[in-house]
């Protein structure tokens, strides 16, 4: 299903960097519910089979592409297993996981 990922440029913001920990969610946001937001997912990045994590969002185009910011396919892809999980809210929960077989970057996105 999900096995592509079309990627497109993005706007990086950059400013000073702080010394302080991140707060474990988005300021002023608010835990989603499950299928609250159905078209979005969530790009795991896996290394050595065994260390994962989240890495970026992705919007669900169809049935088998998504879309996400170049940046967050810019990787050593012999380094990292990238998978595209739906159906979760929270990075403990299974959800629905599927493997990206194929990533087009923009051209003319330069990193």
Do not use: K
Request: charge should be neutral; hydrophobic fraction near 45%; glycine fraction near 10%.
């Amino acid at each position: 299903m999900f096995s592509r990922v079309l990627a497109i440029l993005s706007v990086i913001s950059i400013g000073a960097s702080t010394a302080e920990i991140p707060a474990p969610h988005v300021f002023g946001g608010s835990n989603a519910t499950l299928g609250q937001f159905s078209y979005f997912g969530s790009l795991r990045y896996t290394m050595n089979g065994t260390f994962e994590f989240h890495g970026c969002g992705a919007n669900i185009l169809n049935a088998r592409w998504a879309l996400s910011a170049a940046h967050c396919l810019y990787f050593d892809r012999e380094m990292f297993e990238l998978d595209f999980l739906v159906g979760s809210v929270r990075l403990s929960d299974p959800g629905v996981r599927y493997r990206i077989t194929d990533i087009i970057i923009h051209p003319a996105y330069i990193f």
